[in-house]
């Protein structure tokens, strides 16, 4: 019998998230007119079942809903970037992880920082990842729970 290597298989809301930031980006590249018939026809074309997904779902909406504030959290903190000089996929994991960190109580927000820098490794650059790290990091003196703990 030959050696296999093990199957790993990434979390669910890993891959939830990973889902978002690609709907994210999408939704940066061309702006649907009704978001919930964008949010449907996307994640009904993933790999798993809609149902599967409805974390993604609600981060993506999420996000969305509050991305004005969420922008202008990153213009204040991308010291020396313009921000239409950000990547875009950058600003996807950029837009994610703010928003769980001002609005998703029930995510410690290290776990927020965490997965949008591991995002960044998949999706994006190895500079990326420093990027990310420095805003987020700036962002995390912001906030005013705890960063280890989930509140709700």
Known sequence: MEDQEPVTRRSQRRENRMSTIQFLY????????????DICQFFEHQEEERAYYAFAEELSIGTIEHIEEIDKHIKEHANNWSFDRIAKV????????????????DIPPIVSINEAIDLSKVFSTPDSKRFVNGILDKM???????LRKAVD
């Open 26 to 37: 999408q939704w940066e590249s061309n702006k649907p007119d009704i978001l919930a018939d």
């Open 90 to 105: 950058d600003l996807a994991i950029l837009r994610l992880a703010i928003y769980e960190l001002l609005f998703r109580t």
């Open 140 to 146: 995390k003196g912001k906030i005013t729970r705890p």
